[in-house]
């Protein structure tokens, strides 16, 4: 069966620090894989999604970058922390035609910028 | 510019009272719409798809369903319990496109008390 592996799953980092999340799927190959971030009390901001290694997307201007080393790892990173880049963050997997399946979510990231 | 939107923001409930959670959109064209539950704390996970086709899906006693012609959906929660507050997320899904750009609402908060 497919899992994805999300860690870690809290963390606690000084401004101006680096980041990296990492996120790992099993039991599927070529996944669309999804970077999403969650303020407190908000709805899910999509950040990166990759079709494929070496084939990642931006939506949106940031602090973070994303890489995809291997088929079924993400890696969301940053070089330097902002307090602005604190919130939850969700991986998350589809296959095929994603609109019909859908999306699995890791367990997620809390991700706290002091 | 696609969209969804979901009411109320947030909602308190008795243990076995029912509730209807409602989300309206404008995507195009529109593919399929799933209902996620969030706990606090952890990943979005799916409790119902609709394609265009479907009207009603129930899962247990989570029931959707999806009016294409006014774009607007509901999930229905039958004789609630405890376990069922959490954040409920409508997200729809617009065409055929392998990378899903899924456009999600900002989620339903609902609280059950004892």
Redesign the interface.
């Known amino acids: 069966s497919q899992t994805i592996h999300q860690w870690p799953a809290t963390l606690v980092q000084p401004v101006g620090s680096p980041l990296s999340l990492e996120c790992t799927v099993e039991g599927t190959s070529n996944p669309n894989l999804y970077w999403y971030r969650q303020a407190a009390g908000r709805g899910l901001q999509l950040l990166f999604y990759s079709i494929g290694i070496d084939q990642i997307s931006s939506e949106v201007p940031q602090n973070l970058s994303a890489s995809r080393p291997q088929d079924r790892q993400f890696i969301l990173s940053s070089k330097k922390l902002l307090l602005s880049d604190s919130g939850f963050y969700l991986c998350a997997w589809s296959v095929g035609q994603v609109t019909y399946y859908g999306y699995t979510f890791g367990s997620g990231t809390r991700l706290t910028v002091v | 510019k696609n969209q969804v939107e979901q009411s109320p923001q947030s909602l308190i409930i008795l243990e076995g009272k029912n509730c209807t959670l409602q989300c309206n959109y404008t995507v195009s064209p529109f593919?399929?719409l799933?209902w996620y539950k969030q706990d606090t704390?952890?990943?979005?996970?799916?409790l119902t798809?609709m394609?265009f086709s479907e009207n009603t899906k129930s899962n247990g006693r989570y029931t959707a369903t999806l009016d294409a012609d006014t774009k607007q959906s509901s999930l229905h929660i039958t004789a609630s319990q405890l376990s069922d507050s959490a954040s409920y997320?409508c997200?729809v899904?617009?065409?055929?496109?392998?990378?899903?750009k899924?456009t999600?609402?900002?989620?339903t908060?609902l609280t059950v008390k004892p």
């Open positions: 593919s399929n799933r704390g952890r990943g979005p996970v799916s798809i394609t997320i997200v899904s617009a065409g055929n496109t392998n990378a899903g899924s999600f609402g900002d989620g908060t």
